[in-house]
């Protein structure tokens, strides 16, 4: 594919990440993202985390064991006395194969 001669369609992709302790307890982060609508982009915020803990709140991939998806609700990930927890889980089409950083 002639990929210099290809047409180009540029689209601008807006994230705010905002970090914040919560007062009423302390060491207890809230990480708020905020991503302007782009229309025809879908986006997908994608967390890596640990084999050793627990999922829980998240439905797995079809046919790919380590994938799993926050479809809907809230969802936590917890190794020992520490947990995450995130959502609420919006689902629209599962790609996977997306390119970048292989995680391995």
Known sequence: MDFPSRARDEKR??????VRELADAPGTFELDFAIDETPGIAVTIE???RPD???TGVEPHATEPATFFAKSGTARYTVGADTIEFGPGSFGPARIAMAG???T
């Open 47 to 49: 967390l890596c985390f």
């Open 13 to 18: 992709l807006t994230t705010r990440i905002t």
């Open 101 to 103: 950083v292989d995680y």
């Open 53 to 55: 803990g627990t999922l």
